[in-house]
């Protein structure tokens, strides 16, 4: 899946291009408003990443005339300008998600993964398959269901495998954060599907696949 990133902290930039090619996305790495619209227009990208106070023309300004053109393409917002006003207007445009400075990539790489599973296709997981579109899942051919939270957690769990996911990534996936909250929530989830998600001490939890 190919991606569009604005960004103007270069360092910042290239960290988040590298995390998300490293794991198989195609970046288009660009760094002021105009090169951003160029690129919109030139190429069809599943995602747009855009900083919002970036030279030439803001990313608000960007989204919302793409929005105007028809362009549906999903967008996150990272930003440093985290006033609620800001926010809004970033929503208000048509923004999916936005993500205050500073944050991790990694946190930005579950985002990502997260928006770009909804497409429609197929995963496969051992004896689990997984129908994004619908959100239908089957073991050993069987329909199973997962409650709400579960699912979040198995979309998390599923789109960063080999990765440790903190415990800060999965309180998000919780209505009421707490430690023994995560740990049953896990533990059913590990019930439904027979995944060996490994509690990492003082990390977090990974679902290793080989």
């Not at 002021?32 to 030139?42: F, R």
Request: proline share 2%; with cysteine.
């Amino acid at each position: 899946m190919k991606i569009l990133l604005l960004e103007d902290d270069i360092a910042l930039g290239e960290t988040i291009q590298d995390l998300l090619e490293e794991n198989n996305y195609k970046v288009d790495y660009v760094i002021t408003g105009n090169e951003a619209i160029d690129s919109s227009y030139d190429n069809k990208y599943d995602l747009y990443i855009f900083d919002i106070n970036v030279p030439d023309i803001d990313g608000l300004d960007i989204l919302k005339a793409l929005r105007e053109a028809d362009d549906k393409t999903p967008a996150i917002f990272i930003s440093a300008m985290t006033d609620l006003k800001t926010v809004l207007k970033g929503f208000e445009v048509g923004g999916d998600d936005f993500i205050k400075k500073p944050f991790y990539p990694e946190e930005l790489l579950a985002k990502v993964n997260l928006k770009l599973a909804k497409e429609d296709k197929t995963i496969i997981f051992g004896n689990i398959t997984f129908f994004t579109k619908d959100e239908k899942m089957e073991k050993n051919g069987k329909s199973i269901y997962l409650g709400g939270i579960q699912l979040k957690l198995f979309k998390l769990f599923i789109n960063n495998t080999n990765r440790i996911i903190t415990k800060d990534e999965l309180y998000e996936c919780l209505e009421k954060p707490s430690e023994s909250a995560l740990r049953f929530h896990i533990n059913r989830l590990k019930n439904s599907t027979g995944f060996d998600i490994k509690n990492i001490r003082a990390s977090g939890y990974i679902l290793e696949k080989s």
